[in-house]
């Protein structure tokens, strides 16, 4: 085990962008970020996640790029709780290794704090281990833990769905850190380097793009209509996540849109429809619930992808898969 | 990867102790911790760290005993920021194998939720990861993060650290969870078996004894003496991480009490003094330093160890270890 600060990151050059930016971590056993903003809510509720970027880690490794794991695992959580409403405040880093390789702890850990202050938070710790009697040679693994916090009463859960609700799906940037335990079971090196017809990037370009953060998408959804429940597409596809903000007696209908040219290649692998779904977002990467206005819903990104209606069917979602 | 609800761990059985015991997580993409409590504070600080218990889980896996394991991950983080005068509110879980053994899964994660129980916060949430490619055969990582609140005034930091202050120790409940790396390559299956004299205990038994808390010591310290600065024994030893607490032109002179008989046995499997200091906390989990007033200051099981005197040195701790 080393401490952070000995995997030499200086945490001071992270650019400020919010007061949840100064932390102290420096020197001492905890990291530390001043919270009086909290005394502005009425009733702050601390919304927090735990999340890994899986075997994406083991991609970048063969490819020899690390610099999109900072917004891989940053996002994935900042993802995580901006779906129940919460601001993010700070973030903190595990990495473990079977060997510490310095140059490449330095690069995570730098894209870590990158990403960290391009959302506008502060890295408040983390810690960095050396365990080569568990970890494969040559492997490693990146998770880390957000903090947030929203006002009790505006806490999105989908308690509110209502039948007639309309469902719209933002784009994901890929497969973001999900099913690439899978991906590699499929692809070659030689198949890393193709480049991508209509894309100009190769599969391995395409496969470590970084997992699209949704923090702002969901902000200015909110301002112009009423959200009733968001997911965040990651495994269990989006039947497995969305179904976790409907309500019982209740069933979001759902029709994909065309699958990104990335799962097409994946499912002519011989992926079955079925696991494909389970496994992948498919191209939607966060799923949103509202309330229909006059003005109607889409906008920008934002494409209607289904509704909800009374059921008393046991699957919460139903998803059409052609 | 799975969620963490799939763990098959009922949240709602651990026992309310605090108020930060009652979060929301089945379901839900985060965890809920509601806060309100802070707004008390006129200027809350959050403190919080991310803490891994090594190779320690693959001793527990060795001997088929993971129970104290939530003990070790949750006291090893609620150290890491009581020794800054925080009160732990809420922890995080990350659990990493080679392939998923919900028998072991709930098992580790059921000593997690006991040992958040005992202590008083909440379970807010975690991740269950399964990375076959990334882990060798059989082996799994156990980690987690934790989140607490201090009165920004009354942070303790070394900061007050004067000439003349006195060093007490607490004892160590053992090797708690650093060193376990080396102690697996010094020690034999028949080593754990065997009853180490005067405990009652194996060799086994006793290197899998939890990693002890110390929030309620340091509580009880600060309630009769000014506690200066206050140094979590993890990885680096006594001066490795005494010396993050101890400020410029400032020595910490500490003369250590005989080994416990766990490091004596270690120690005569040819580790060196210097390495055995570096790498263990040698029976010391915790050092205070504190200003000396008429009544004394070592009670109960605190012991004096040192004193802070001037010095130009660049070390900040002289550990006589003879």
């Known amino acids: 085990m080393t401490t952070y600060a000995s995997a030499g990151v200086s945490l001071e050059s992270a650019t400020s962008l919010s007061s949840w930016l100064n932390p ?5 056993f905890g990291g530390m970020v001043p919270a009086s903003a909290l005394k502005e809510y009425d009733h702050p509720v601390l919304v927090s996640s735990m999340d890994g970027i899986g075997t994406k880690v083991r991609l970048a490794r063969r490819l020899g790029r690390f610099e999109g794991l900072g917004q891989d695992v940053v996002h994935h959580c ?16 595990y990495l473990a290794f079977h060997r510490l390789g310095e140059e490449i702890a330095r690069r995570i850990v730098g894209s870590i704090a990158d990403a960290c202050a391009s959302v506008g938070i502060a890295l408040a710790g983390g810690e960095t281990a050396e365990m080569p009697l568990v970890y494969r040679e040559g492997e ?15 806490i999105i859960d989908g308690s509110s769905v209502t039948a007639g609700d309309v469902v719209l799906g933002l784009p994901s940037s890929g497969a973001h850190t999900n099913g690439y335990s899978l991906i590699q079971a499929i692809f070659t090196d030689a198949d890393y380097e193709r480049v991508m017809p209509g894309s100009g990037i190769s599969l391995g370009e395409m496969l470590l793009l970084p997992h699209r953060c949704y923090a702002s998408d969901i902000q200015e959804l909110r301002g112009r209509v009423e959200v009733h429940g968001l997911a965040h597409i990651t495994g269990g596809g989006i039947a497995g996540n969305l179904s976790r903000v409907i ?14 040219t990335l799962f097409q290649r994946i499912h002519e692998h011989g992926i079955a429809r079925e696991e494909m779904a389970r496994v992948f977002n498919l191209g939607i990467g966060l799923v949103a ?27 919460r979602v139903e998803l059409g898969l052609s």
């Open 247 to 260: 309500p019982d007696g209740l069933q979001a209908v759902i029709e994909l849109p065309p699958w990104p």
């Open 78 to 93: 900042v993802n995580d709780i901006a779906v129940h409403g919460a601001q993010p405040m700070f973030f903190l880093d």
């Open 24 to 28: 102290r971590v420096g020197g001492l």
């Open 289 to 315: 619930v509202c309330r229909p206005n006059s003005s109607g819903l889409a906008g920008g990104e934002w494409q209607p992808i289904g509704y909800i209606r009374e059921s008393r069917s046991e699957r």
């Open 140 to 154: 490693l693994d990146v998770a880390g833990a957000i903090v947030g916090v929203v006002e009790q009463s505006e």
